[in-house]
Nanobody, 123 residues
Framework: QVQLVESGGGLVQAGGSLRLSCALS????????MGWFRQAPGKEREFVAGMSWSGGTTYYRDSVKGRFTISRDNAKNTVYLQMNSLKPEDTAVYYCAADHRGGSFSAGEYDYWGQGTQVTVSS
C-alpha cells in the first residue's frame, strides 16, 4: 500500500518560516520525482515546487522562487519544503505528490498524493 504522509504545517506570522515534510512508504522513493502543490479555499490546486528523482533538478512557481526550497533525503524516503518569508497569500493546504515519470508542473501527471497539511500565514 502506497502512502504519502505530510507533516509540519501550522499557523505562522507573515515573514516567518515553516518546513514541511512528506514521507513515502510502499514504493521505492528514489525512483520517483516529487512535487509540492497547494490549494487555497475556492481556488484550484496549483504547483509549488518539484524535484527530480536524483535531486539534481528543481523547479518552482515564480511566486515562491527565492523563498521556498525543495529538498529530498532518499535514505529517509522523505521530501521537504522549506518555506521562508511566508506571506498571507501562501495560506493553503499543501500536498506532496510522487511521479514515476520524472516530474511535472501538472497535477494530473502525479501518481500518488498525500492527505495534505494546512499552512496558515497571518498578517
Amino acid at each position: 500500500q502506497v502512502q504519502l504522509v505530510e507533516s509540519g504545517g501550522g499557523l505562522v506570522q507573515a515573514g516567518g518560516s515553516l518546513r514541511l515534510s512528506c514521507a513515502l512508504s510502499g514504493r521505492t522513493f528514489s525512483r520517483y520525482a516529487m512535487g509540492w502543490f497547494r490549494q487555497a479555499p475556492g481556488k484550484e490546486r496549483e504547483f509549488v515546487a518539484g524535484m527530480s528523482w536524483s535531486g539534481g533538478t528543481t523547479y518552482y512557481r515564480d511566486s515562491v522562487k527565492g523563498r521556498f526550497t525543495i529538498s529530498r533525503d532518499n535514505a529517509k524516503n522523505t521530501v521537504y519544503l522549506q518555506m521562508n518569508s511566508l506571506k498571507p497569500e501562501d495560506t493553503a493546504v499543501y500536498y506532496c505528490a510522487a511521479d514515476h515519470r520524472g516530474g511535472s508542473f501538472s497535477a494530473g501527471e502525479y501518481d500518488y498524493w498525500g492527505q495534505g497539511t494546512q499552512v496558515t500565514v497571518s498578517s
